[in-house]
C-alpha cells in the first residue's frame, strides 16, 4: 500500500507518485520516519533542497499537532528544529521551536526529549557564540540523562532507545564543539 513517502530526485526535490496518500491517512510512526528522513536528506542538500524539506517537515509537525499525541509531537519538533540548525539562513527560526520542544517536553514528562531540547539549545547557543549558555544547557540536559530513565512503553523499546542514542549524540556532539573531549567521548560511547 503506498503510504505517500517517494523517492527523492537527484536534486533532493521530493517527488510523490500518484495517487498520493494525504497526511490524514498516514501512521504516527510513518510521519516520524518520514521527518527522520527528510533531516538525513536535508543535510546533504543545497540551500534549495534544505528549505524544501524544511517545508515538508514543517507540514508533518502541523499534522503531528493536529493529532495531539504528545510524543510524536515532541518528535517533529525536535526533526524541524534539527533541520532549521543546519540550515543557513533558517537558524534563527530554530528558536522558537526549540522553546516549544522543551515546554512540551517538560509538560509531558517526556525527559529524554527534554534532555535533547537542552542540548539543541546549547548548539544554537554555541552557533551565537555564547558558550557559558551551551554549558548550562548541556549540564541540564546530562543531568536528566544520568537519572534512571524508565524506557517508554508507548513507543516500545527500540523507538525509545533511538531517542535516548539522538540525545546522547546531540549531546556529545556539543561537548566536543566546547572542547570537553574526555567527556564528550564518555556520552557518545553511552549512545553506541
Not at 161 to 182: C, K, N
Amino acid at each position: 500500500m503506498n503510504r505517500g513517502c517517494a523517492p527523492l530526485r537527484d536534486d533532493s526535490t521530493a517527488v510523490r507518485e500518484e495517487p498520493a496518500t494525504t497526511l490524514s491517512e498516514v501512521s504516527d510512526a510513518w510521519l516520524v520516519g518520514r521527518a527522520r528522513e527528510l533531516n538525513a536528506v536535508g543535510q546533504h542538500s543545497d540551500p534549495a533542497g534544505q528549505r524544501s524539506t524544511i517545508r515538508e517537515a514543517d507540514n508533518l509537525l502541523a499534522e503531528a499537532q493536529r493529532r495531539g499525541e504528545p510524543r510524536i509531537v515532541a518528535q517533529l519538533l525536535r526533526h524541524c528544529a534539527s533541520m532549521r540548525l543546519a540550515t543557513p539562513g533558517m537558524v534563527e527560526t530554530a528558536d522558537p521551536l526549540l522553546d516549544e520542544l522543551l515546554t512540551h517536553s517538560r509538560r509531558h514528562g517526556l525527559d529524554v526529549l527534554q534532555a535533547d531540547a537542552r542540548a539543541l539549545r546549547g548548539r544554537r547557543a554555541l552557533q551565537n557564540g555564547s558558550e557559558d549558555t551551551a554549558l548550562t544547557e548541556i549540564a541540564h540536559g546530562l543531568a536528566m540523562l544520568d537519572e534512571e530513565l524508565v524506557p517508554d512503553r508507548t513507543l516500545g523499546r527500540r523507538s525509545w532507545e533511538r531517542l535516548l542514542a539522538t540525545a546522547l549524540i546531540d549531546t556529545g556532539l556539543v561537548l566536543t564543539q566546547l572542547g570537553v573531549y574526555e567527556m564528550a567521548d564518555e556520552v557518545m560511547a553511552r549512545a553506541h
